[in-house]
């Protein structure tokens, strides 16, 4: 069974600890990591696919130390950083069979899965156009392309959703979960929607400790009790907003103001308490608005 371990991995830049002692054992399945920005994520997925070493600590797969084990945890590996590095006057098709090359693919396989990737982020109709043409979401499915030519057993993928459209995000979303049948997934993301719907398990990120992880379920449990609604006059909900996290405001046609508010303690004597949702666990949890 395929399984990947932080033991106690800490990594620090000069005074400042990125993560912290972090202890976790990944599986086969879809995990979502939600945290505000600074709070170690990149710094996270950078060492779980061998690009930074833990300042202490071992990241561990199936029971082998990642960095001793070489071209064999890289083989197992597909990874979509942030910021994707291209050739600019490379076509899509010769990016993906120059990539595919790197990572061993065997040629007589290499053209399948191009044309098979190409299909499935949307861009058979773009093979031959140079990367510099290419629109921010483009780029980006071309990285999550890249990501699976080898067909990976862990899929690392920070901020993959960035630059996509509504449409492109569902049939990425889609696509992820039917990649999540068989393999580990790790998908990193601001966009709370993204993690809500596809995660088998959620983590919640902040200042470089997993601070909550578990189900959809489990998540919200966090919260009972704790996010609120009023409607309030604009003057009210202005005062409301400087002493309480509201997590949404909604205008009413007779102009007082719908809040959602997350909070230990009521919020005002006229506020009820309803059910929560994501956004509310990572607000509650990170003291941070969305993305």
């Given at each position: ?69 070489g071209g064999e945890y ?80 862990i899929l690392i993928l ?134």
């Amino acid at each position: 069974m395929l399984e990947l371990k932080l033991d106690r991995v800490s990594r620090h830049y000069k005074q400042k600890i990125a993560v912290d002692r972090l202890e976790f054992t990944f599986r086969k399945g879809i995990y979502g990591l939600l945290g505000a920005n600074g709070a170690g994520k990149t710094t996270l997925l950078r060492m779980m696919v061998g690009v930074l070493r833990p300042t202490s600590g071992e990241i561990l797969c199936n029971g082998q130390e990642i960095g001793k084990m070489g071209g064999e945890y890289r083989m197992k590996l597909g990874y979509l950083p942030q910021e994707l590095g291209y050739y600019p006057n490379f076509t899509v098709c010769r990016y993906l069979e120059y990539l595919a090359e790197l990572k061993a693919v065997p040629p007589e396989l290499a053209r399948e899965r191009v044309e098979k990737l190409l299909k499935i982020t949307g861009l058979q109709g773009s093979g031959k156009e140079k990367i510099k043409t290419l629109s921010g979401g483009m780029v980006r499915r071309l990285g999550i392309a890249q990501s699976l030519l080898n067909d990976p057993e862990i899929l690392i993928l920070d901020e993959p959703t960035s630059g996509l459209d509504p449409r492109e995000r569902i049939r990425f979303r889609n696509m992820i979960s039917s990649l999540g049948r068989d393999r580990m997934v790790l998908l990193s993301s601001h966009i709370v929607a993204d993690i809500e719907y596809i995660a088998d398990e959620i983590l919640l990120m902040k200042a470089g400790k997993i601070t909550e992880s578990g189900n959809l379920q489990e998540i919200l449990k966090t919260v009972d009790g704790k996010v609120w609604e009023c409607v309030k006059t604009p003057e009210q909900a202005e005062w409301i907003s400087q002493k309480f996290t509201v997590s949404n405001r909604k205008n009413t046609e007779d102009g007082r103001v719908v809040l959602r508010i997350v909070s230990d303690t009521q919020p005002a004597e006229d506020a009820a308490q309803i059910s929560p949702n994501l956004e509310d666990v990572y607000l509650y949890g990170t003291g941070e608005n969305p993305g």
